[in-house]
């Protein structure tokens, strides 16, 4: 099992930032990718970024590349989210998310992923 806690989320202005972390526990060892995801109501949850554990490899969803950047920490205990350039488009809960699969797809599929976080609302005002 897998325990993810996000924080960091909050208002912002349009053209501001915010950073999103999100906290791992238990079995890290067991997770290959890592992922932020974000969903508005009435929309599927979408996957933004996603970095390969092992490699440190990063991807991104073409509508956050150039203004948003995944990291981890070397003890994969921390998964951040570095959101620049904020827009109001990118008001949503965000999620992060652990899977245990041998590759990982991008933009990354909801359903490649088993292990979920409770979600941090972000609010970006125009």
């Known amino acids: 099992q897998v325990q993810l806690v996000e924080s960091g989320g909050g208002s912002v202005q349009a053209g501001g930032s915010l950073r999103l972390s999100c906290a791992a526990s238990?079995?890290?060892?067991?997770?290959?990718?890592m992922a932020w995801f974000r969903q508005t109501p009435g929309k599927e949850r979408e996957g933004v970024a996603v970095?390969?554990?092992?490699?440190?490899?990063?991807a991104y969803a073409d509508s956050v590349k150039g203004r948003f950047t995944i990291s981890q920490d070397n003890a994969k205990t921390t998964l951040d989210l570095q959101m620049n350039s904020l827009k109001s488009e990118d008001t949503a809960m965000y999620y992060c998310?652990?899977?245990?699969?041998?590759?990982?797809?991008?933009?990354?599929?909801?359903?490649?992923?088993?292990?979920w976080g409770q979600g941090t609302q972000v609010t970006v005002s125009s």
């Open positions: 238990g079995h890290t060892y067991s997770t290959y990718c």
């Open positions: 970095i390969w554990t092992v490699s440190g490899s990063t």
């Open positions: 998310a652990a899977g245990t699969g041998g590759y990982c797809s991008s933009p990354p599929p909801p359903h490649e992923y088993i292990y």
